[in-house]
C-alpha cells in the first residue's frame, strides 16, 4: 500500500477508530463560518483506506464517540451555541446526534438537544447510557439511549466546562 493523505473533509477536529479496527469516523468543522459541517466515515480495510461516507449534522460537530460494540456513534454540535447573539448563526443550545454503520454508510438513528456550547460525547460501558458535556452550563448531561431514542435522564454540575470526556473501564 502507498502511503497517502485522507481528506475526509474541511478542518478535520476530531477522530476515531472503531473497536474492531476496521474503520474510523472523523469530525469536520469546515471554516466556522456558520455553515453546516460533517462527519465522515473512513474504511480502514480498504486498499488504500479511503472515505466511504460523508453526512451533513449541522454547525461544528466538535466531538463524537464510538460505543465499546462498534454499534453507535455519538457527535455533539455546537450548533451555533457557542456564538454571538448578534451573528446571525446563533443558537442557544446544541445538540447531540446518534448514527449507526450500515453497508459502509453513516445512517442516522437519534438526535436530542444538548446544553450551549457542547463539547465532549462518551458513551457507557454497555452503550445504554451517554454523557454529553456542555460548556455554557458547565455540567454534563446523561441520556439514556434504547437503540432509537435518546432521553435526557438528568445532568452532572461540574466546576467548569466539560470539554473532553472519556469513560474509564471496559473489556
Known amino acids: 500500500m502507498t502511503k497517502r493523505s485522507i481528506r475526509a473533509g474541511l478542518a478535520p477536529d476530531a477522530i476515531e477508530i472503531a473497536p474492531d479496527g476496521s474503520w ?3 469530525a ?6 456558520g ?4 462527519i465522515s466515515l473512513i474504511d480502514l480495510e480498504a486498499n488504500p483506506p479511503r472515505v466511504m461516507d460523508t453526512v451533513s449534522v449541522g454547525q461544528s460537530p466538535e466531538h463524537l464517540s464510538i460505543s465499546r460494540d462498534g454499534k453507535w456513534i455519538a457527535v455533539s454540535v455546537q450548533n451555533g451555541s457557542n456564538r454571538p447573539a448578534g451573528s ?6 446544541g445538540f447531540v446526534k446518534v448514527f449507526t454503520v450500515k453497508n459502509r454508510k453513516l445512517v442516522p438513528v437519534a438526535e436530542a438537544v444538548q446544553g450551549g456550547w457542547p463539547q465532549g460525547v462518551a458513551w457507557s460501558n454497555d452503550g445504554k447510557t451517554l454523557l454529553a458535556g ?6 454534563v448531561w446523561v441520556y439514556s439511549f434504547d437503540g432509537k431514542q435518546l432521553k435526557k435522564k438528568g445532568a452532572i454540575p461540574m ?3 466539560s470539554a473532553g470526556l472519556r ?5
Open 167 to 171: 469513560v474509564a473501564g471496559g473489556n
Open 28 to 33: 469536520n468543522i469546515g471554516m466556522a463560518g
Open 88 to 93: 446571525g448563526y446563533a443558537s442557544p443550545l
Open 35 to 38: 455553515d453546516a459541517d460533517t
Open 24 to 26: 474510523a469516523v472523523m
Open 159 to 161: 466546576s467548569g466546562g
Open 134 to 139: 456542555n460548556m455554557v452550563e458547565r455540567n
